[in-house]
């Protein structure tokens, strides 16, 4: 069977598509569309972060989602997840415990009280709070040294995120995934989630963009006396 990686190569060659090509469509780095076509997740901040750019670069393709997803965590996800195992511990000796008609009566109407609680302050929470917003990348006061920008996270289903004040796609789950072009020097970057009744939240995020500087060769005292010379 092809791997993930062969699978999306053939395609983009199928359709006629160089790295350059898709980059410019769907946003996603060159080296991380490189590195998705090699199988090479080594590059990826974290599950979500993979998983998400294989997600959107699949749908670009028109490849079989579900088939493309269902072999990468076979394959791939136990990779992340073997890197974040706890260590596991040997648990301790605990006094045997009697159950009794009486505490099964409190477990149970506990139970219930805390679901049917919860869920009113979920409800009202929906209905009268801003969404969650968690960024997972980047980090603020972050340095860059390349002018391309991940920037991944997640709120609330149903919730729309806006990226300087610009409307970005995201997942059914609330996870969204997006790359952005930085200048150089200071950038100033406002993530925002709005739901149905126009409760927002906002997160700055302030990246230095320090392009890596180019090492000139030195010129040999031969050199420069030839230019002399001229």
Known sequence: MKSIGQQL??????????IEDIHKFIKIHPKYIVALENNDYSIFEGKVHSKGFLKIYTQFLELNISEIMALWRREYEPVFMKEN???????LEMPKFVLTPSIVIVTVVSIALFVFFGYLYFQYRNYTGAPNLELYYPQDNQISETDILDITG??????????????????LDGTFLVSIKLKDGINTI?????NKLGKKVEKIRTIIYRPKPVEVPEASESTISEFLHQ
């Open 9 to 18: 190569k053939e395609s983009r060659k199928k359709k006629g598509f160089s």
């Open 85 to 91: 195992k706890l260590k596991e511990y040997r648990p």
């Open 154 to 171: 997640k709120t609330d289903m149903d919730s729309k995120v806006f990226i300087n004040n610009q409307e970005i796609p995201s997942d």
């Open 190 to 194: 406002s993530v925002r989630s709005e």
